[in-house]
C-alpha cells in the first residue's frame, strides 16, 4: 500500500496527463481548423498517447490499494499564432511534464516506495522521447520558416502517425 502523501501527487499527475490530452485535442481541433489535417493527426495520437498514460496511473493506484480521485482539469488554450507557435507550446508542455514525473520520483524514493519507484521508470524513459518528438518538430518548422510547400510535406509526414498501444512492462 502507498502513503496517502504518494497517492495524492500520483493522482494530482492523473489530472496533469487528462490535462495533457484536453491540451493536444485543442491543438487537433487548430490543426484542423487550418486545414492542417496531419498535424491534426499527429495532435490526436497524443491525445491518445495522453490518455494511457492517464488511465495507466489511474489503474496503478487502484492495483496498490489506493484510491484514484478525479479532479476537475482545466481548460486549454483555443488558439496559436502559428504551426510553430503550437509546437513550441507543446515541447514547452512536455519539459514540464518531465518536472513533475522527476518529482514523483523523487518522492517515491524518500517514501522508499519501490513498487511506484520502479513503475515511475517508464513514464521517465516515456518523457524522454516525449520531448525529443516536439523538439525535433521545432526545429523542423524552424527550419521551414514561410515556406508553404515544405509545411506540406512535413504536414503530410505527420500525419502518417498513428497510435500504437505500449507492449505491457515486464516484472
Known amino acids: 500500500m502507498m502513503s496517502q502523501k504518494m497517492q495524492d501527487a500520483l493522482n494530482a499527475q492523473i489530472n496533469a496527463e487528462w490535462y495533457s490530452a484536453y491540451l493536444y485535442l485543442a491543438m487537433n481541433s487548430y490543426f484542423?481548423?487550418?486545414?492542417?489535417?496531419g498535424m491534426?493527426?499527429?495532435?490526436?495520437?497524443?491525445?491518445?498517447?495522453?490518455?494511457?498514460?492517464?488511465?495507466?496511473?489511474?489503474?496503478?493506484?487502484?492495483?496498490?490499494?489506493?484510491?484514484?480521485?478525479?479532479h476537475a482539469i482545466d481548460q486549454p488554450p483555443a488558439s496559436w499564432d502559428s504551426p510553430l507557435a503550437v509546437f513550441e507550446n507543446a515541447l514547452a508542455h512536455e519539459e514540464k511534464v518531465t518536472s513533475l514525473i522527476n518529482d514523483l520520483v523523487d518522492l517515491s524514493m524518500k517514501e522508499r516506495d519501490h513498487a511506484t519507484t520502479i513503475f515511475l521508470q517508464w513514464f521517465v524513459t516515456e518523457q524522454v522521447e516525449e520531448e525529443a518528438n516536439a523538439s525535433g518538430i521545432v526545429c523542423k518548422l524552424k527550419m521551414i520558416g514561410q515556406d508553404a510547400s515544405s509545411l506540406f510535406a512535413l504536414d503530410q509526414e505527420l500525419g502518417q502517425r498513428v497510435f500504437t498501444l505500449p507492449a505491457p512492462q515486464a516484472a
Do not use: P
Not at 484542423?32 to 489535417?37: A, D, K
Open 32 to 37: 484542423t481548423s487550418v486545414n492542417l489535417v
Open 40 to 70: 491534426a493527426t499527429w495532435m490526436r495520437v497524443q491525445t491518445q498517447e495522453e490518455m494511457f498514460h492517464g488511465s495507466k496511473m489511474y489503474d496503478f493506484v487502484n492495483e496498490r490499494g489506493g484510491r484514484a480521485i478525479l
